[in-house]
């Protein structure tokens, strides 16, 4: 049996800008991404905390540093500046690997600043 489960979490993000006429995906500050253990291009499932909306995308690199999180292409109807959102990733494991997998959570303050992160690297190191 192989089970869908959480890899890593942006909690409580904030839109830096949406662009509609864009390609698509959400662009993401690449220290973020690190930290998350987020690849580009990995498929991303949003939740717009502020509005409730929820929409998939993929995931590209923004410059580190900048605390970019850019809603691209026709998901920017699904969010604005300023709104708050919920940014995670998941991945297929077998049973046995899921029963100690930890996935990255990482947490933010408002304006996207680093606030703790939860690693899940001695669980990781396992699998």
Do not use: W
């Not at 959400?26 to 939740?47: G, K, S, V």
């Not at 292409?73 to 919920?86: F, R, S, V, Y």
């Not at 606030?115 to 669980?123: F, I, P, R, T, V």
């Amino acid at each position: 049996m192989r089970l869908t489960m959480l890899k890593s979490k942006l909690h409580r993000v904030t839109v830096s800008h949406a662009e509609l006429n864009y390609e698509g995906s959400c662009a993401i500050d690449q220290d973020f991404m690190q930290r998350a253990n987020i690849l580009p291009f990995e498929q991303l499932h949003i939740y717009n905390v502020s509005n409730g909306q929820r929409f998939t995308t993929y995931a590209i690199v923004a410059p580190a540093g900048s605390k970019t999180i850019g809603i691209n292409g026709a998901a920017a109807h699904k969010a604005n500046t300023g709104d708050t959102l919920i940014i995670c990733t998941y991945a297929e494991l077998t049973a046995e690997k899921a029963a100690i997998f930890q996935p990255e959570l990482v947490y933010f303050k408002d304006h996207n600043v680093f606030s703790h992160q939860s690693k899940g690297e001695l669980a990781q190191d396992k699998l």
